[in-house]
């Protein structure tokens, strides 16, 4: 099992729909977990942290299940500016930072 | 203010020549990373320095990948005798604290990135 997994996508979501991509992990020992945001060609930028309890965003939501090792992510009232691509970091213990590939999201109008 | 730096933007090398690629941190950030992100693909970890010293540098593909922070800002990664597989964007991100002994969740802010082809 890699490190970090996510489903590439691209996921196709017509404008003002909700959309949720998951991200699993294999490492038990991985402290930490952010949602980092990348636009074409551009570097990537925070998205949020995510926490065990759960943290919201405005229209984001984050969550993490450390028992089935994922965490979450749902967009509401997606909009046109929510597409790109949205890429799953842990940090471990030993502060090793692991990335995942990117699940892609296309917004229609 | 000012964010992460990096130059150049763009670099085109013959297979087989030196490149030394340049990061500017946002002034004051202890802890500087370098990344590799190949196209359709997640930055993957190069390096890591917390102000001069390199305390990772376990994701080096080679030892033909070199990096240093000699003063503890400015970092330069300098890739030898290029191949076709080292096309890539090279990506630097800085955070304010070290993660020893601070906390190890700090936001890393990344610079736009080098595009290196080798041809």
């Known amino acids: 099992r890699k490190e970090v997994e996510q489903d590439p996508g691209p996921f196709n979501v017509p404008e003002g729909a909700t959309v949720a991509f998951n991200c699993t992990y294999s490492n038990s020992a991985s402290q930490s977990f952010f949602w980092y945001r990348q636009d074409c060609r551009k570097e990537p930028k925070l998205l949020m942290s995510v926490y065990s309890s759960g943290n919201e965003d405005g229209r984001f939501t984050a969550q993490l299940n450390r028992a089935s090792q994922y965490i979450s992510l749902l967009i509401r009232d997606s909009k046109l500016s929510d597409s790109a691509t949205y890429l799953c970091v842990r940090m471990n213990r030993d502060d090793k930072i692991i990335f995942g590939k990117g699940t892609r999201l296309h917004i229609l109008p | 203010g000012a964010g992460v730096s990096q130059s150049p933007r763009y670099k085109v090398a013959k297979r087989g020549q030196d490149v030394a690629l340049r990061c500017d941190p946002i002034?004051?950030?202890?802890?500087l990373f370098w990344y590799q992100q190949a196209l359709g693909q997640g930055p993957e970890f190069l390096t890591y320095?917390?102000?001069?010293?390199?305390?990772?540098k376990s994701g080096l593909p080679s030892d033909r990948f070199f990096a240093e922070r000699p003063e503890g800002s400015v970092s330069t990664l300098k890739i030898q005798r290029t191949q076709k597989e080292d096309s890539a964007v090279y990506l630097c991100a800085s955070s304010l604290a070290g993660t020893s002994g601070a906390s190890s969740t700090d936001t890393q802010y990344f610079g736009p990135g080098t595009r290196l082809t080798v041809l």
């Open positions: 002034s004051g950030h202890v802890s």
């Open positions: 320095f917390q102000n001069e010293a390199q305390l990772d």
